[in-house]
């Protein structure tokens, strides 16, 4: 294993803080540090001797991991080698030491930067370079390597007597202790949530929401500090609208009706749109609508696969309908003791009045999306392509008779359906074909799909000023694959099939190399970079929204293409299963669902294939 070996030494070298890997630079430095550490006179020489003699034993152990791993082994049993990616992702770091160290000096600028923003009021720039003179701390590490290499040259004397148990227990030992202790302690906390109903999980989480809101009411009215309430912010609308509200909230509880249900919570999302337009936040009310649109279509497709109506009820739903009403009540609480009593607060009138000059935006929201809390925007925008991920991740551990069972051992739903006319007659084709159902979609496409691809852009283009911006402008668009998909005579996923994924992929590594553009023009990440076009200021905050508008897109065309496969997909001529296009979405077109569970690849097309043992033939090269 001469690869692994000359890692492994290298590596070990760079820990030791052997010249001239990177190690022997952040070895100095800290010596440095702690020679010139604030106090008494003797602090510094004690802080350095003492840093020294811990330098001594890592110096011993890194001879031990090289030694013992490669040269004192007695043991006659076979080795087997890593495979060159891992060999491969552990040299990387340790090869690209070395010549770090060589040209640490290019560590100046950024570790000054990052220590003047950490500290503003130090002012040390520190140096970083092998040769820094005839200094204390070079001595010291002189001494470190004469130590050191004396005790590995004496390791198998030594060893016995520094490895000898001393205290009744060892650090493996207790290592071992503490991680049954976390383990015992997260198997408890896991009893609450560890069962496969939703209520479960959102029984805790609905808890901890009500006692956080009751807590901080409480807290307000102890502590006195509880302002008038701002006069002129009750309006009839605002009563109506808690009304519809209201009214759609009892009739959700009470519905035994998926599709009653499904109509009840998306006029919830409706009324609230309403109610935020009315308050005059156009952005946030037009992503309501929209991702309330794209919701119900989602919960309609994943409908097909569940029955009509929802099972009785038990003993649990009035401890459920306690839960809510506390929930609701605490929040209504808070709502009337935290809002509504203070102005606006400096931040935010900063931001009112200052983003126009410093960013040439003039929608706040907007720009505090993708300039001044572009961090937060990036975080979220790693968190939604993560669901997509994680949906295909999960999907992908169920086998194809797990996913999608066959109808014979579906649990069925029944149910009364209309009175039909004879198969093969006019009537019965209009109720039972799918083309001529599809035809209106089809030709509402037509029109509207070129319509809402202007809007689209539009809305992104003008999000800098006006209502819109990238994640508007994504949903918009996801809405012709909304449409699209619905249109369809029979059940086809929408675009090629690892395009989602390359959505998602992409438009995160695009969004976060725009983040490093600013970090390499500015020296500060996520800073905008402006130029002027022909007269028109531009931002680097645009292509920010790029990424964000991909990944977006693919998340919705990911989601439409396998949770809205239907329950008879399998019994359509070339008919594809929810497991075949979550494989698919990774993979590329295959001839069937993987019959895997722990993310193993597909036989490749070429003569190593398995299609006699399995009868699963490759696709074939340029086809």
């Known amino acids: 294993m001469p690869g692994a070996f000359t890692v492994t030494a290298l590596?070990?070298?760079?820990?030791?803080?052997?010249p001239p890997l990177l190690g022997f630079v952040s070895k100095e430095s800290i010596f440095t540090a702690l020679l010139g550490m604030p106090g008494p006179a003797w602090a510094g020489p004690l802080a350095l001797t003492v840093a020294g003699v811990a330098s001594v034993l890592t110096f011993m152990y890194c001879g031990k991991v090289v030694f013992g791993g490669f040269v004192d082994g007695t043991d006659d049993r076979e080795l087997e080698p890593g495979g060159t990616s891992l060999v491969a992702v552990a040299a990387l770091p340790i090869l690209v030491g070395l010549p770090l160290g060589l040209f640490a000096g290019v560590f100046d600028h950024p570790v000054g930067r990052a220590t003047d923003a950490?500290?503003?009021m130090l002012g040390v720039y520190e140096h970083f370079g092998l040769w820094h003179g005839l200094t204390p701390e070079l001595f010291t590490t002189l001494a470190v390597f004469a130590v050191g290499t004396w005790a590995v040259v004496r390791r198998r004397r030594l060893r016995p007597r520094l490895e000898r148990r001393v205290f009744p227990v060892d650090g493996p030992e207790a290592i071992a202790a503490l991680r049954r202790g976390a383990t015992r302690i997260g198997g408890a906390v896991a009893r609450f949530s560890g069962r496969d109903y939703a209520s479960r999980h959102l029984g805790l989480i609905v808890t901890g929401f009500a006692a956080s809101c009751g807590l901080g009411v409480l807290a307000v009215l102890r502590a006195g500090d509880l302002?008038?309430?701002?006069?002129?912010?009750?309006?009839p609308l605002d009563l109506a609208l808690l009304v519809l509200i209201a009214a759609a909230v009892v009739l959700l509880c009470r519905t035994r009706s998926r599709l009653a249900a499904t109509v009840s919570m998306s006029a919830i999302g409706i009324l609230a749109t309403v109610q935020l337009l009315a308050l005059g936040a156009p952005d946030v009310g037009l992503t309501q609508l929209l991702v309330e649109t794209l919701t119900v279509v989602v919960i309609m497709l994943v409908s097909q696969r569940?029955?009509?109506?929802?099972?009785?009820?038990?003993?649990?739903?009035?401890?459920?309908?306690?839960?809510?009403?506390?929930?609701?009540?605490?929040?209504?609480?808070?709502?009337?003791?935290?809002t509504g009593r203070r102005d606006r607060s400096p931040v935010g009138l900063y931001f009112f009045d200052n983003s126009a000059d410093l960013t040439g935006g003039t929608n706040v929201v907007n720009v505090l999306l993708v300039e001044f809390r572009a961090l937060d925007t990036a975080?979220?925008?790693?968190?939604?392509?993560?669901?997509?991920?994680?949906?295909?991740?999960?999907?992908?551990?169920?086998?194809?008779?797990?996913?999608?069972?066959?109808a014979d051992t579906a649990d069925p739903s029944p149910s009364a359906g209309p009175a039909l006319r004879a198969p093969g007659t006019p009537a019965y084709r209009a109720i039972m074909s799918a083309w001529p159902n599809a035809i209106p979609l089809k030709l509402m496409l037509r029109v509207i799909a070129p319509i809402l691809a202007i809007v689209s852009v539009v809305l992104f283009w003008r999000g800098h000023h006006e209502p819109g911006g990238g994640f508007i402008a994504a949903l918009v668009a996801a809405t012709i694959v909304g449409i699209t998909y619905l249109s369809t005579a029979r059940d086809r996923p929408i675009g090629p099939a690892r395009l989602p994924i390359t959505l998602i992929g992409g438009g995160i590594a695009f969004?976060?190399?725009?983040?490093?553009?600013?970090?390499?023009?500015?020296?500060?990440?996520?800073?905008?970079?402006?130029?002027?076009?022909?007269?028109?200021?531009?931002?680097?905050?645009?292509?920010?929204?790029?990424?964000?508008?991909?990944?977006?897109?693919?998340?919705?065309?990911?989601?439409?293409?396998?949770?809205?496969?239907?329950?008879?997909?399998?019994?359509?001529?070339?008919?594809?299963?929810?497991?075949?296009?979550?494989?698919?979405?990774?993979?590329?077109?295959?001839?069937?669902?993987?019959?895997?569970?722990?993310g193993e690849r597909p036989p490749r097309p070429g003569l190593g294939t398995t299609s006699i043992a399995d009868?699963?033939?490759?696709r074939e090269v340029r086809r």
Do not use: W
């Open 615 to 618: 009868g699963r033939a490759p």
């Open 511 to 598: 969004a976060f190399l725009v983040a490093l553009a600013g970090l390499v023009v500015h020296g500060s990440l996520l800073e905008p970079i402006y130029v002027s076009v022909l007269g028109v200021k531009l931002a680097s905050s645009l292509l920010f929204d790029v990424g964000v508008y991909a990944a977006v897109l693919g998340l919705v065309m990911l989601t439409f293409n396998i949770l809205g496969t239907s329950e008879t997909a399998y019994e359509e001529p070339g008919g594809e299963e929810t497991r075949e296009r979550v494989d698919q979405s990774v993979e590329g077109d295959l001839p069937g669902p993987l019959d895997t569970v722990r």
């Open 118 to 120: 950490a500290v503003p």
């Open 379 to 406: 975080g979220e925008l790693a968190v939604l392509g993560m669901a997509g991920v994680a949906l295909v991740a999960v999907l992908s551990t169920v086998r194809t008779r797990h996913l999608d069972p066959r």
């Open 227 to 235: 302002a008038d309430y701002r006069p002129g912010l009750g309006r």
């Open 306 to 338: 569940l029955p009509l109506r929802f099972t009785r009820r038990g003993r649990r739903s009035r401890s459920v309908v306690a839960l809510a009403l506390a929930a609701g009540l605490s929040a209504g609480a808070a709502t009337l003791v935290l």
């Open 11 to 18: 590596g070990c070298a760079a820990m030791a803080g052997i």
